[in-house]
């Protein structure tokens, strides 16, 4: 599709800043039958809030058909490696370098913090390694999802062969942290959200060419920086902030003046607008220069 191909080519050409690597995404999308804001949202990597926000649409059940929406794309690269992954957890997003370059970058679904018959599914932090990359995948169901199934009165499975219900979809990489995959999903929606039971889910149509693209011992780290801050090299100064999905940080405010402090960039930053970009968490790297 056009427009998602033109969106490829920006996130593959960011920007190097004075301090961290800024991608520019902003595009335009014209909607198509079926298409849900959260579909949009998650095939892009921002929030439906936003886009339903800045398209002036009251609710997010008025997209139409045929009409097009300003998606505005704008964030920061949280870490670099020379080779391998990096997925942090507020942003939803992993990002891939190869020799020292941002190679890929999209936004990903993760696993649940709410509870739910006394548990929750956060995605682990943490380094880990591509252990195996394996097409059409059978699901060997874990212990605690076959207990969820039989609390829920559904049936439970021990083994999912490949084919259209299984959950890991046509490509799966499995990591050397247990029972953790990336793995594309059935379930496009639930890109860009925190509904799975862990594991790091990708769009089919970013699945397929990041699986080819990847490689078996290729290292990678789970990451959880819901703030993030930098200088473009025209001067102007950053501030990404996420909503903290899993509870890990106790003041977005005093995180967002760490973040400023670091790169020096502190006396530079309007209060102002730092206390707007804390407050809507909107996950797009704003313009908060003095």
């Known amino acids: 599709m056009k427009i998602l191909f033109l969106l ?4 593959l050409a ?3 800043a004075a301090a961290g690597i800024i991608i520019n995404t902003d ?3 014209r909607v198509e039958a079926g298409d849900t804001l959260e579909r949009i949202g998650g095939r892009f990597g921002v929030d439906w809030r936003v886009i339903a926000r800045e398209n002036s649409l009251a609710d997010k059940s008025l997209i139409r058909t045929g009409s097009t929406l300003r998606i505005r794309g704008r964030r920061i690269v949280p870490a670099t490696l020379e080779n391998g992954i990096i997925i942090n957890i507020p942003d939803r997003t992993l990002y891939y370098f190869r020799n020292g370059e941002l190679a890929d970058c999209f936004p990903v679904g993760l696993g649940s913090p709410s509870l739910k018959f006394g548990k929750a599914w956060k995605t682990p932090l943490g380094k880990f390694t591509i252990k195996a990359k394996e097409k059409d995948p059978a699901w060997h169901v ?3 999802i076959r207990e969820e199934m039989e609390k829920e009165g559904k049936e439970v499975k021990t083994v999912v062969p490949p084919g259209p219900d299984n959950p890991l979809g046509r490509h799966a990489l499995h990591t050397s942290i247990q029972g953790i995959l990336i793995h594309e999903t059935i379930w496009p929606g639930s890109v860009y959200q925190f509904r799975s039971h862990g594991c790091i889910r990708v769009h089919p149509e970013n699945m397929k060419k990041f699986f080819g693209k990847v490689e078996r011992n290729d290292p990678g780290e789970l990451i959880y920086m819901p703030v993030k801050a930098a200088l473009t090299s025209e001067g102007r100064v950053l501030l990404e902030v996420h909503r903290d999905a ?3 940080v106790e003041d977005l405010g005093a995180e967002a003046a760490r973040a400023l402090e670091k790169l020096g960039l502190k006396g530079r930053a309007d209060p102002g607008k730092v206390d707007k970009v804390i407050r809507e968490k909107t996950g ?4 908060v220069t003095l």
């Open 246 to 248: 899993y509870g890990m």
């Open 8 to 11: 490829i080519v920006l996130v």
């Open 142 to 144: 874990p212990p605690t």
């Open 284 to 287: 797009m790297a704003e313009d």
């Open 14 to 16: 960011p920007s190097v």
């Open 27 to 29: 595009t335009e999308y």
